[in-house]
């Protein structure tokens, strides 16, 4: 109904805007008080776009307008991307074809975004001068993959398939990894990023409750008034609705949850006074809690147990988790809904013990099905017999399992450029944070927060499919490693210790743009 449908928005655009009230000294004091406030005028924009544009293409125009518009003044437009990736659910609509063309290219809210945002920094991105050699290993490993992905798609049964089907592919590799990795130009834009990204991640977190609380998912409606349904249900488990925010799977909101977590790791850390950093940590992890998903809990454990592991001072900081961990656990036994997270716990819990079974059928299916086409895949593999056993009771077989899915798709040579990406990085990240730490210790944070949460990403991945925003978050993280890795790389170079943030790495270019409010 649309009663319900304009109290969804209410209560998202109210949210929202407390959401912004409340952490504007914290954020405006990071990254200045003109571009915070033209954020969340631009987040409100589109959210009242969303919400009351009751057709999806009138919605894709006004919206791409709008965003033109509004991100005329600020030059670092990544973070504008970043701060509008979470801002709609990323379901969409295929453009009508003619002339005996079924249909052309998926259009979703996100893709306009790249359009207006990314792909004219990504056009620009070949003119910047080659900061240093830094992360060329997890480039030539991501050129590849998405070579060999381009490549596969001539496996289609049609041209205008193969057409449709590379550019889709395009689009949905390349921009995020190539404009990540080299926009950034100081450690400044790594933290504005930083910014545009948590700071819609809060705003879900706290949205996220009031839907486990009322069940109550607030963006169902606007797939229901684009299309008269929604690609995703209503789930509930051990008695509570699994919360998903804008992103409207559970699991994929609990994985950006935790990479929020991971990013604030740095950012809260460096700018948040003791107060906002609780609230901030806090809000976050009841947000993934929220999810109920095993997978991105499994995946916040292996960050901060990793980020623990690499930071200064590593068996203190051990100590006061492991204390935090007993206490955690000690006040969950003694509550009824902290007994229902441990009983949703892996190993621990025995609620929903049929997904990991499930999940352990697939793996051993998807391995002999890969057997059969080891080196490049197959683009019929769920039409195989051994996949088929699997097909649940919505008529679907489930990849969930990222690896899998790239493994079934292109084959082991396609699994080991997509693994080299991630592992190249964290190379590359190591070594910047081994050098940053003897002379700018922020720098060095910064690194060890994209090193833990590239490891929780790894983890996490291994329990869900490259769905909505998952391969647009992993993408976008990686680039931004690899930028950091080369920020210190040019820094330690040109012995650049004093203050790095207002040093561009580009040697003509003394310092960031400015930020043109006229």
Known sequence: PMSTHYKAFIVVFVLSVIGFVFFRKPYATAIGAKRFDNWRN???AITACLFLIPSFWPYVIISALVVLFMSRPDPLKPALFMLLLFVSPNIGDAIPGFAGINKFIMVTPQAVFTLTLLIPAMIAAPKMKKLTPVGSAADVCFILFLTLQLILCLRGPTV??????????????APFYFVFSRAPKSLSDIR???AAYT???LILSALSILELIRTWHFYTSVGYNW???MPFTYTMRDGFLRASASVVDPIVWGYIAMTGIGVGLAFFTENFSKFYKTLGFGLLTIGLLMSLSRGPWMGAVAMILTFVAISPKAMTRA???????????????VTPFGQKILNLLPFVGTTAGDTISYRQQLLKAAREVMAENPFFGSSDYLDHPKLEALRQGQGII???NSYLEIGLKSGFVGITLFVGVFLFALTSLRGAMKSAITYNPTLALYCRAYFATIVGIMITIFTTSSVLHTPIVYWSILGLAIALARIERHCRLHHRTADIDTQSPEPEAETAPEFNWK
């Open 398 to 400: 489930d990849i969930v």
């Open 319 to 333: 100590a006061q988790l492991g204390a935090a961990s007993v206490l955690g656990g000690l006040v969950a036994m």
């Open 160 to 173: 205008t398939h193969i057409i449709r089907t590379m550019i889709e592919q395009f689009l949905v590799i």
């Open 42 to 44: 631009l987040w409100l």
């Open 192 to 194: 504005i990023i930083s």
């Open 227 to 229: 299309f008269g349904a």
């Open 199 to 201: 700071m819609p991640i």
